[in-house]
Each structure stands twice: as structure tokens, then as C-alpha cells.
């Protein structure tokens, strides 16, 4: 008896949904700071099953979908990109430290890195004042703004020098908080800088611009790959965000 043709079953279809759903679970929970990456492994996993049952035309028309998004996000990810190099030959009177997660007192990866590029800023321009900028935050016994002041002090910045904002809890917060912290007369004339991780300055002068000024970037170096990697898919998504949405002002731009 002439045997049928077999047609393959589930189970191979299912593998690659299932290794992008494993991987999402694994950058969502069993490690810190990836929640972008697990975000996109499980868009990823639902679209490859989508395909499988969708009809021919379902097919074409995901496709398309798929290409449109992911051509949206490679064009925002251009200008964090290229943002991410940080302003040459910057002299700032006022350079503003973004703040970043306090593992208690201590500082995380992310803010130690940008108290680092802060340090070598601040060391290679004397005549320089920083701001540091962040609030209290879930698990965390200091302000942010404390914990930098604490660590740019040990190590051989003078305390006048630094000026502590102990009320932003974002980005758009850190910004406004830390220009009202500049006294007017000098605000207008001020050259300002902001320090923060490369592939977050995009969004920092992007929202600077809409407070009504212009800022240098000062980029701090994120020292693992793969959270780079991560962050960098995160700021163009948010600046996709933006664009869609721009945020809300709680006072008039340049005032």
C-alpha cells in the first residue's frame, strides 16, 4: 500500500516561538535591566506564530507590518546613535549628572559609570559646577543626588562645587529641576552639559530642547554589551514614543 505524504506537525513550528518566549522570560526575570530585550524576543515569538496560522494574504500583510515597524525603529535609533558621541570640545560652566539606580546606598552599574565620565569632566575643567540630580527612589536609602554628591566628594571633587537636585524622579524632572538650580542671570549665558549613559542623551537634549535650551552631551560609557544593546532598542522605541506623544510641559519652556 502506497504510503501518504506526511506534512510536518507543530512541533517544528512551535520551536522557534518557543525559544523566543524562553528568552523572554529568561532577559525578563532571571536577569536585571533587559526588559527591552524580552519585550522584543516575545513580539517576536508571537509574530512567528501568527505566521504559522494566518492565511496567504494574513502572511503578506504581517510581513509588511513587521518591516514597516522595524524600519520605524532603525531610523529612530539613528539619531541615539549618533547623539551617543557625546558634544566635542565641550567647556561647560554647569554640568548637569543625570541620575541613575541606587542599590541602597550604593551606586548601580549605570550610575557609576556616569559619575565616572562626571569625575573625568569635572577634573579636566575646574572652572566647572555640577549638578546632581535625582530623587528617592523604591529601595534606596538616599536620593540619588546624595549618593553622587557622597561619591564624586571621596573622590577629590570639592563639595562647593556641587550642587545637589533631591527632587526628580525622570529624565524630563532631572532637566527642569536642575536648570531652576541655576541662578537666573547666569542661566541665559550659561554653557550647560549634561552627563549621562551614551545611549540615553538622545532623549536628554531632545527634552532640553523643548524646555527651551540647548545642551551639550557628555556620554558615560555602559560597560556590558548586551545592556547597551538593550537600552539603545529601548531610547529609539521611546523616541518613537515622543513623537507620537510629546510630554507634557508642567512650565513654560525657557521660562
Not at 514597516?68 to 557625546?86: E, F, M, N, Q
Not at 569635572?122 to 557622597?150: F, K
Not at 549613559?197 to 560597560?223: D, F, I, K, M, N
Request: hydrophobic share 50%; proline share 5%.
Amino acid at each position: 500500500m502506497r504510503e501518504g505524504v506526511r506534512r510536518p506537525g507543530l512541533l517544528p513550528w512551535l520551536m522557534g516561538p518557543g525559544a523566543c518566549f524562553a528568552a523572554a522570560v529568561f532577559f525578563r526575570f532571571a536577569v536585571v535591566g533587559y526588559s527591552t530585550l524580552a519585550l522584543c524576543f516575545g513580539t517576536l515569538g508571537i509574530l512567528l506564530l501568527l505566521f504559522h496560522f494566518l492565511p496567504r494574504g494574513g502572511k503578506i500583510a504581517l510581513v509588511l507590518a513587521a518591516a514597516a515597524g522595524a524600519a520605524a525603529v532603525s531610523a529612530a535609533l539613528v539619531p541615539v546613535v549618533k547623539a551617543a558621541r557625546g558634544t566635542p570640545e565641550t567647556d561647560a560652566d554647569y554640568l548637569i549628572v543625570l541620575g541613575a539606580g541606587v542599590n541602597g546606598s550604593t551606586p548601580s552599574l549605570s550610575m557609576h559609570n556616569r559619575l565616572t565620565a562626571a569625575l573625568r569632566y569635572l577634573e579636566a575643567h575646574p572652572q566647572c559646577t555640577a549638578i546632581v540630580s535625582g530623587g528617592q527612589g523604591p529601595g534606596e536609602m538616599l536620593t540619588e543626588a546624595e549618593v553622587m554628591h557622597r561619591w564624586l566628594t571621596q573622590n577629590g571633587i570639592a563639595g562647593e562645587r556641587i550642587i545637589m537636585e533631591k527632587q526628580a524622579t525622570s529624565t524630563l524632572e532631572n532637566l527642569e529641576y536642575s536648570l531652576a538650580c541655576i541662578p537666573a542671570a547666569a542661566l541665559e549665558t550659561a554653557d550647560i552639559a549634561v552627563v549621562s549613559s551614551e545611549y540615553h542623551l538622545c532623549r536628554a537634549q531632545y527634552l532640553a530642547g523643548l524646555l527651551g535650551y540647548s545642551v551639550a552631551g557628555v556620554p558615560a560609557r555602559t560597560t556590558l554589551p548586551a545592556l547597551k544593546i538593550n537600552y539603545y532598542i529601548r531610547e529609539a522605541l521611546g523616541m518613537l514614543y515622543y513623537r507620537l506623544f510629546p510630554p507634557v510641559l508642567t512650565r513654560d519652556a525657557g521660562g
